[in-house]
Each structure stands twice: as C-alpha cells, then as structure tokens.
C-alpha cells in the first residue's frame, strides 16, 4: 500500500541521501509547480461560477486531501459476483473484465422462466464454469387456485434445465397485485410452495425487499437521495398507495422464519444498511438468511468502523456482488473498500447515491476469502 504521499516522501528521501541540497530543492519546487486537479478540470468559467452561485448539480468539488491511495484492480481471491444482470451482454467481454479483476464467476439474476430460461443457460453455455444463472416466478398466474404449485413445478423444471437459483425481483411487495387489484404480499400464503420446493430443491433464494430508507420519504431538501429521485421519479416509494418499508420488510421476514430449510440472500444488506445492527438482529434470528452487499457501496463506505465490525462478526453471512453492468470501473472501488484502509474516496456512481466520500474497512485475509468466495461457492454447490 503505496500512497501518493508515501512516493512523494520517499523520493524526498532518497534525493537528500545521495544527492547535494540544489537537487533535492528541485525536486521541491517541480511538486510545487505541479497543476492541482482543481486547476485542471473542465473548461468551466470559475470567475461566473463564483458571482452567480452553482445548482446543486453543477457543484463538482475536488478533494484536497492528501492521504494514501490505492487503485485495487484485482480482488485478492478468485471472487463471485453473486449479483448481476448479464442477459444483454457477450461473454466474451465478460470474460475480459472478470480475467483482469480476479472475479471468477457471475451470477445472473435475470434469467426468466421455461424457454427464456433455456435461452440465457445456452448463451453461456461454453462457460458454464463461470456463469451461472438464477430464474425468476411468472406472476402471470397468481390468480389460479393451484398458483403456488404451478411456480413450484416451473422451478423445479428451471432448476433441472440449468438454473442455479431462484432470484425474486422488488416487484413482490411493490408491485404484483392478483385479480382484486390488491398487492400480493411477500408472505401472501399463496407462495408458500414456491419457498418449501427451494428448500427441498437446495438452491438459495435471492429476494430484494423494498429500496433504500430514503426512497419512502418525500423527495425534498431532507431527503438525502435528492439527485437520485429528480433523475428518477418512479424510484420513490412515497405515498399512501405503498406499504412502509416496515411492513415490506416485516413480510419478507416472516418467509424467512416460515420456512427455515430454505436458505434466503437478502440482496443490498437485506436493504437496510442504513441499519447494521437490525440486521446482525435478523442474521442472529434466522439461522437460514445470508445478506449480498450489491450497490450498497455508498452506505457501507459512509460507515466503515460499524461496518467492518459488522463483516468481521458475520463473515460467515455475508456475498460479494455489484448489481452493476460487469467493467473494471464497477469492480475497483468495491476491492478498494474491501481490502484497504484508503479514506474519502468515491462510491461506484457517486455523488447519485448521495453526497458523500467512502472509507476503505481493509478485511483480514480469512474474512475477504469468505465473503469474496467461499460463503457463495457453499451456496451455490460449486465445490
Ligand atoms: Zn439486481
């Protein structure tokens, strides 16, 4: 862990030791003379910037800090990506990004149901060591009275055409709603048979709940996802016609207690970790729940002392994944957060998640091995 300073100092030293007091004063003013990235960016006309003030938007500061940092651009194990979406992209181009940061295998969560099933097994089918994909439930039947042992057969077909897993998208709870116009809750009994064939089948269901805290509040000068939700108005969860967070998160807690021979992954920390100590409550709870830590980068990193304390403790717990479209850009900043102590750096897609810096949690060896592979490999029976 080399940082800039560190260089800098280093080269400081090694001049004064073995040249004369002129060199090493040069050496002095070259660093002073050297442009600042604040100086450089951009074309923008500071001078109006100044007299008439900047939206929210346009403000773009650059940090001055100078502390250590890392570019991680390999994950210190052969890493799985428990958490992705890949049905659009070649893997070719997959396999270029994964071979140059050290990850392994994806998982593709979007794999669909019966053909379009078949379909994504197919497509990456000469490298089905390292792709692996999940299906999803057909909502459309919610309504027949046999509705649960339909999407359980249809499982158990997917499962034996390929699938690793099942993946349940935000939509139960937010958005599926039967013939009465009413949603269907996560622990509606309806889908009781669709947990139960998990379990008797022994692949992991991978189910987002909800969204971040902030998407349930209104969007105004409080909410600290400001940007995110004017970019995106149909992000926002706010509003008598949906359920609280709670209640959502209460649903799908309630599956997990109901059915504990089937192994649940809570994606985006269980979408709460805004909350860490709620849920090392639920990991304590429910012996069958793992959490994925995808797209939670800017809440982990905003916490690094309660969070490392948090992945230390559960180790055993807890996924790698991104949720993002597979590039190096995506994969550093999250080794750089796993593995080094680095501070104030950006998030992947900062300032969207919210206008703050991150702080590296630098795991010990035996926990960035769980969590980049081995709690995934277990999971995923590829061992
Ligand atoms: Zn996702």
Not at 88 to 102: G, I, Y
Not at 271 to 277: G, K, V
Not at 339 to 346: A, G, I
Request: with cysteine; glycine share 6%; aromatic share 10%.
């Amino acid at each position: 862990m080399i940082g800039r300073t560190q260089h800098a100092r280093g080269i400081l030293t090694a001049a004064l030791d073995a040249v004369t007091l002129v060199a090493a004063t040069a050496i002095l003013i070259a660093a002073a003379e050297r442009p600042h990235p604040a100086a450089t960016r951009g074309e923008r006309n500071h001078q109006a910037d100044s007299q008439r003030g900047l939206t929210l938007s346009d403000y773009d500061p650059v940090s001055m800090l100078e502390v250590a940092s890392d570019v991680v651009t390999k994950a210190k194990v052969p890493a799985v990506d428990f958490h992705n979406h890949i049905n659009h992209d070649e893997p070719e181009r997959l396999l270029h990004v994964m071979d140059a940061c050290n990850v392994a295998v994806i998982v593709n969560f979007t794999g669909g149901f019966g053909e379009t099933l078949q379909a994504q097994v197919a497509k990456f089918a000469r490298h089905a060591d390292r792709f692996l994909v999940f299906a999803n439930v057909n909502w459309d039947g919610i309504d027949e009275p046999d509705f649960g042992q339909q999407a359980a057969r249809q499982l158990e077909a997917d499962v034996k055409a390929g699938a690793r897993g099942l993946k349940i998208f935000k939509n139960l709870g937010l958005g599926v709603k039967d013939n009465t116009g009413t949603l269907v809750a996560i622990d509606d009994r309806r889908l009781d048979p669709v947990w139960a064939k998990a379990g008797e089948l022994d692949i992991p269901v991978a189910i987002h709940t909800s969204d971040p805290d902030a998407f349930f509040l209104p969007v105004d000068r409080f909410n600290e996802r400001y940007e995110e939700l004017q970019a995106h108005p149909d992000w926002s969860f706010h509003g008598a016609q949906f359920p609280s967070k709670a209640t959502l998160l209460e649903q799908r807690n309630n599956v997990i207690a109901r059915h504990p021979r089937t192994t649940f992954v809570a994606l985006h920390v269980a979408n709460h970790a805004e909350n860490l100590s709620e849920v090392a409550a639920w990991l304590d709870r429910y012996p069958n729940l793992y959490v994925e830590i995808g797209a939670r980068l800017n809440e982990l990193g905003r916490q690094p002392y309660t969070a490392r304390t948090f992945f230390v403790t559960y180790a055993d717990r807890i996924l790698f994944g991104v949720d993002s479209r597979p590039a190096e850009s995506v994969y550093h900043p999250y080794f750089r957060f796993l593995e080094t102590f680095d501070e104030h750096f950006d998030y992947f897609t900062h300032p969207r998640q919210g206008r703050w810096k991150i702080y590296g949690i630098g795991l010990p060896d035996e926990v960035l091995e769980k969590v980049y592979r081995r709690n995934a490999r277990k999971l995923l029976r590829l061992d």
